[in-house]
């Protein structure tokens, strides 16, 4: 097996955001691509990851792979990865180590590593189609900025969306703050209601922003109060990031 991202950094910045959610994983590799997915130890949130087949440089198989990892391992190995690097993974023929290396022939920089895979049994999980009250279409860098500012304030955020915009609040032992993005030309608001709130953990929407900020510079989010939360990053040719978060619930 041979895979080469075509961008090493981007997949570098997935596999950091995606060790926060999934400390260890499968990763589920055949001719379509590369797809890691699963529950976090929560429960809480749900991600699925896929690197398509045609946004790699190289991708040769002879037959589908399912890889048992240590996420966080897996990171550090790729942590000093340059924009101008090229990532190769591979695995040994008995299956019992990740190969990972990168290059970069501009500096004449090579380094090589060996990752230990694991024995892990989980299948693959698959959510039902989902229909929710509300969608929003927005700038990565517009909503990735609010949810940062917020999320100071409070271990909830609170997501409404109504005629006026799209509102992000929190509530702490510091105070309260509200913010609103407005529909603007370069946005996109549908509803099926006359509005609809929900409510999430706050260091999960965080992890989730810092998975998609660095992959999409558009995101998709679509909530309602009674499913989870789903945002949507699409990058390169048909490759994708989507978490699933459930909604807080609140007491009255």
């Known amino acids: 097996m041979e895979l080469i991202p075509r961008d090493s950094a981007a997949f570098r910045s997935a596999i950091e955001a995606l060790k926060d959610f999934l400390p260890v994983a499968q990763l589920r590799i055949s001719r379509t691509g590369l797809c890691i997915n699963g529950m976090d130890s929560s429960h809480v949130g749900f991600v699925d990851y ?3 087949a045609a946004d790699c440089d190289i991708l040769k198989i002879d037959s589908p792979l399912t890889l048992g990892i240590n996420m966080t391992g897996l990171a550090r190995t790729l942590g000093a990865v340059g924009n101008g690097d090229r990532v190769t993974l591979g695995v040994t023929p008995n299956q019992d180590k990740l190969l990972v ?3 970069n022939d501009k500096v004449g920089k090579k380094v090589a590593f ?8 989980d ?4 959510l039902p189609d989902l229909e929710y009250a509300g969608t929003v279409v927005l700038k990565t860098a517009d909503i990735a900025n609010v949810i940062k500012e917020v999320s100071h304030f409070g ?3 609170s ?3 109504d005629p006026d915009g799209f509102h992000i609040s929190a509530t702490g032992d510091g105070g309260s703050v509200r913010q609103t993005l407005e529909l ?3 946005r996109t608001m549908e509803l099926t209601e006359d509005s609809v709130e929900a409510s999430f953990g706050t260091k999960y929407i965080a992890g989730i922003m810092k998975g998609g900020a ?3 510079g558009i995101t998709r989010i679509e909530f309602d109060t009674t499913q989870p939360m789903r945002a949507t990053f699409q990058f390169g040719t048909s490759s994708r990031f989507v978490s699933y978060l459930a909604p807080k619930i609140m007491d009255d």
């Not at 060996?114 to 049994?121: C, E, Q, Y």
């Not at 299948?123 to 698959?126: E, M, T």
């Open 114 to 121: 060996t990752v230990p895979l694991m024995d892990i049994t």
């Open 101 to 103: 290396s990168y290059t």
């Open 123 to 126: 299948d693959p999980l698959a």
């Open 184 to 186: 603007t030309d370069d």
């Open 50 to 52: 896929k690197l398509a």
């Open 214 to 216: 660095s992959l999409s």
């Open 159 to 161: 997501l409404r969306l």
């Open 155 to 157: 271990d909830v955020m």
